[in-house]
């Protein structure tokens, strides 16, 4: 398990549509902040490194300070970003697919309007379980 | 650690700008960019300047290619430790810069100047500038010898020519100065050290060492002048030396430096032309250096310096030489590399420095979100520092991040961004640009950033850029905000606003959020008509025509459905509904708002208004337009929290949209409770020159007209001309439902008032007729049960409207008659606000039948119409009724019919209903139909609130004075040759006359009304006495065939001898008591033909005592005649009367009925019709009416 991880959905059209905060150790409320920022400028290089690769698993693309960006991105260009300052690659791709997954429950919900915030709560217990699990 | 740094820095030579004796920073700047200008000189250009005292050092000086390149700095700097090392980083010039109508005193200023360059002591040249100088000082002598040079005052061009002449010149003295210092470096032996080197005692070793390395670093710095002075083969050469000495000596730091510079000259050498070899080179050289650098970390003096800011830079200059798109992975590896060695620099500033360049390049690259978080992190660094400088450079770096987060100041975006939108809406790019509009919102970095802002603003002590970031993070997060943050942000408007000049303007808006609620129409008083001046009816073909409400045809016409239009006319005050918003915690006080109008042609009045917290509100916005042309309403002025902003509509709107879409937090419309509207298309308006205006006005008042059912009355309309100019052209139409009631309008009155000048008044006539309630309206008031119920009625719309279509002239005077499109017109709409109250309700119509036997008398028995007997039964009550019994000629008997009308006053004033029949003279009745209407019309039936009453209509007026074929011709025809082809068709005649005749006798009928002093009217209930009618319809107008009747014959009468006087008759017949008992009375039975056929008929009488008992025949007769009584052959001519004499003699007195019938034989069809039989053979039996006679017992 990562001391700091905040992971966060971003839809197509940049707007960040779930986030989260799953680190173990508690922070201030501006690191929350910092968190977020470091993921939005990391937006840059995702948008260039997507377009490099076949892969949907970008690893980790950008870093700041000792916190590393890992970015999934899936076929309809939302983006999975997770913040972590461990490096085990294996584990944040199963926790990626596996969100992956989650999401695409999500977007299958007749109710749920593509591009919108993902508001579920179960969502939301299901995607901090796969962190226990996976970081 | 220097901004800036690029791989050419190294060959740039510095010179320092400073501002000598009072130059206002605003002409030092000015004075600074024409010189600034000059960066570059080639060394073509300052050959002239240059005279070779000895050998140049710079062999291969590309005398025709190379240039010197200059690097400016503003106000100097302090001298830097690194100085040795980088000889690059020595000031080796001075420039100084003097306004002279400032500095009088040259002298001074030369002075100045030589003190100000005392502190730059590696300065090689220095040169005053002297700008505008007087006559005098042009002359002063002081002059002479020193530095200052004077710019004679000269246009612009001169003046920049002479500038450069002098850079030229300082070009050319630096020249020579490097040549002259290489030539003694190489020679002598000049240490070379950098902060690196241990300060403390050099030891003996280090003495050998620094003397092993002397040579090498020697090389390296004349390298570094080489390249100052243009000649990179020259350096290349030294720098060889230089890396060769270097790595010998494991000076990796000055080996790192010699690489640099070598570098530096080959792309010198190369001209700025890159391509992948050398692209290649360079990334590998420079690689080298980045590990070198890092290679010469000294652990023991890492606490005090260290070269890592040396590795930063070169790996930021790396950057910047390979910074392009294609190679941005490069890039980012490289800067990411400078931001984590950013971490353990130790000087702050240089930590500014690198996140500084680390944004730039970012920017330089494309990549805004990352140099948005570098500048970030830069601006954060200066708000550490605790100055107001530092907030206010703060602030400024974080204004350039707000692209990036879409946070930006409208002023930012720019006015053209707009305006093109303006045009563009509609349709599906319109749904995209909403779209785009929320993308990338990331609210929680939105709302640091604008707190951020706000914060350095504050510090910073710029009350508009506070109050701008404190309105965006309002206006765009208050859903975020808690309460508290809120007012936070409520006292920070307020608190900036009052730092703030009176009517400071901010482009962005705060509080409340205003959208477009509605434009009222106009008013149906003022509605604009376009003219089509190519038609008389001018009006027609303005509004939608045609049944359909939607035609396929105009499907289309580029949405012309939903763009709606309005016209304005100049001068007279239009309104604009707009709905405001405050959605958050505290009270919204707005001072001012008003319509913002961008055309120019619209006075706006601003409205003053309050919103308590979590509120909406909609008010109207009013102005005059002032001049014709096109309007464009984009939003609202609102001067609010101290601030005049604008709010544009659209950007409600596209909030609005976002907030249906999910993509924005809410909507503050719906979060304070407004309802939810539809989204007002901005209607295309335009203005028209002033129009006439026609004010109506209903004499009495212009409150609904109240009318009973039926009744008629006249209304005056006044027409005044409100308007500016003349009405021309007027037309009066109808329309709405129920225009029958409308009897007539004046229209002429109106027409020959034409044309009406401004403040003119005309008066026309409505003469109105109320129409019947219909059975559900009556049945509606009566379920109601009260008279309130009346006004809904009138709310309804179920009165007609007066249509006024008028116009001004087509052509308006001052303008020539080249207009195109005329001036429109106007449609006034007069509602005649008819309310129709229920008066009289008609409850039933029956036919009363009745026969009053007539009393046997001679006179009686003539034609007399008016029978008073029966005294003794008469009350008062009936006594008017009386009047109306009359005889019927052709039956004999007092054959009484009547149209009972029984109705109702449901109303709470008193009804007098008034029967009167219009009786068209017949030729048997002239007396008769001359006083009739006066003997009807007169009596009048007083109906009192909440009664019912009968009025009795006689009936008996109508019966044809000869039962004839005529009539029943067809009839006859149709029973004679049953099952003939045209059967259908004579009985659809039949019918079709029948009720011809029915009219004609219902519409004679009239009953009149009258309320009060001024209200009457006509009953209409044709349709009642109709249906009251129809089944006995015949029998009212038909006379039977034979008419019987009995009198006392002549002979026996002997007190009644003058049959004259018709009074005197019926005076006798009343109290006549002519029949004795135990006489023999002679009597004769009078039996007319009514048809015009003769008939043949068996005639028999019977007389009938009280008891009905027939006292003729039997056993117990009491009654003994003389004569025939039955079985009577007789045949009567037509149209005639035969009498027939018998005698009787009563035994007993009393009261006896004489009954005539009659057996017609050979009945003809008219007959059989009448009696309505069908078999042919059956005969048609005919009875008279009974007549009573009265025997007295004695005389």
Known sequence: MASTA??????????????????????????????????????????DTAWTTSAMFLKSIDRFNDLVVSVYVTAGHTRLMLLHDSRNDDGIKSFFQEVHELYIKTLLNPLYLPGSRVTSSHFDTKVRALARKYL | MEPDASIETSSMIRVAVIPISDVTPLLFRDYAAMLLRHHTVSLNSISSFYTEHQKSPFAHQPWESGSLRFKFILGGSPPSPWEDFQSNRKILAVIGICHCPSAPDLRSVADQFTAACKTYSSSLVQRCFAFCPGDSQLEDENVKGSNLILFPPADRQTQEFHLQTMVQDIAASLLMEF?????????????????????????????????????????????DYCLLAGSPVDANAHYSTALELTRLT???????????????????????????????????????????????????NAQRVSPLSFELEATLKLARFLCRRELANDVVELLTATADGATSLIDASDKLVVYVEIARLFGELGYHRKAAFFSRQVAQLYLQQDNKFAAISAMQVLAMTTKAYRVQSRASIGPSNDAGQTHADGGKGHHHSIVSLFESQWSTLQMVVLREILLSAVRAGDPLAAWSAAARLLRSYYPLITPAGQNGLFNALVNSAERLPLGTRCSDPALPFVRLHSFPLHSSQMDIVKRNPAREDWWAGAAPSGPFIYTPFSKGEPNNSNKQELTWVVGEPVQVLVELANPCGFEVMVESIYLSVHSGNLDAFPVSVSLPPNSSKVITLSGIPTKEGLVSIPGCIVHCFGVITEHFFKEVDSLLIGATQGLVLSDPFRSCGAAKLKNV???????VPPLPLLVSHIAGGDGSVMLYEGEIRDVWISLANAGTVPVEQAHISLSGKNQDSVVTVASETLRSALPLKPGAEVTI????????????????????????SSARQAKDGSSPLLLIHYAGPLTTPGEPETVSAPPPGRRLVIPLNICVLQGLSFVKARLLSMEIPARIGEACSRQAQLEKGNTEQVNGSERQADRLVKIDPYRGSWGLRLLELELYNPTDVVFEANVSVDVEKTSNQESLSDNISAEYGEPKTRIDRDYTARVLIPLENFKLPVLDGSFLGNCSQNNGTPGSRNNSFSEKNIKAELNASIKNLISKIKVRWQSGRNSSGELDIKDAIQAALQASVMDVLLPD?????????????????????????????????????????????????????????????????????????????????????????????????????????FLIPGEYTMLAAAMIYDANEVLRARARSDALDEPIFCRGPPYHVRVNGTR
């Open chain 1, 6 to 47: 905040c992971f966060m959905i971003v839809s197509k059209n940049d707007i960040p549509i779930y986030e989260a905060e799953v680190g173990t150790v508690p922070k201030k409320e501006d690191a929350a902040h910092q968190h977020q920022f470091i993921l939005h400028a990391a937006l840059d290089i995702v948008q």
């Open chain 2, 179 to 223: 040549e002259k210092w290489v030539l003694q470096a190489e020679s002598g032996g000049t240490i070379f050290k950098t902060p690196l080197d241990s300060q403390a005692s050099l030891s003996s070793e280090e003495v050998i060492k620094a003397k092993k390395r002397r040579l090498g670093r020697a090389q390296k710095t004349i390298g």
């Open chain 2, 250 to 300: 494991a000076d990796f730091f000055w080996y790192a430096g010699a690489m640099e510079g070598s570098v530096c000259a080959l792309l010198m050498d190369r001209m700025g032309h890159k391509d992948p070899v050398l692209e290649d080179e360079v990334k590998y050289r420079y690689n080298s250096v980045i590990l070198h650098y890092r290679k010469s970390f000294i652990q023991d």
């Open chain 2, 681 to 687: 298309l901005l209607p295309s308006i335009t203005v």
């Open chain 2, 765 to 788: 006539r409505v003469t109105l007729k109320a129409w019947q309630l219909s059975k559900t309206d009556s049945d509606a008031a009566a379920s109601k049960g009260m008279p309130g």
């Open chain 2, 1041 to 1145: 065939p034979l008419t019987f009747g009995f009198r006392l014959a002549k002979t026996s009468s002997d007190n009644i001898n003058s049959p004259g006087k018709v009074d005197s008759e019926v005076k006798t017949c009343a109290s006549g008591d002519s029949i004795i008992a135990h006489e023999m009375t002679a009597m004769e039975v009078l039996v007319r033909n009514n048809t015009k056929e003769a008939i043949r008929m068996n005639l028999s009488i019977a007389c009938k005592d009280v008891a009905g008992e027939n006292c003729m025949e039997g056993d117990k007769a009491t009654v003994l005649w003389e004569g025939v009584l039955s079985g009577i052959s007789m045949e009567v001519p037509p149209l005639e009367e035969v009498k027939h004499v018998f005698s009787l003699y």
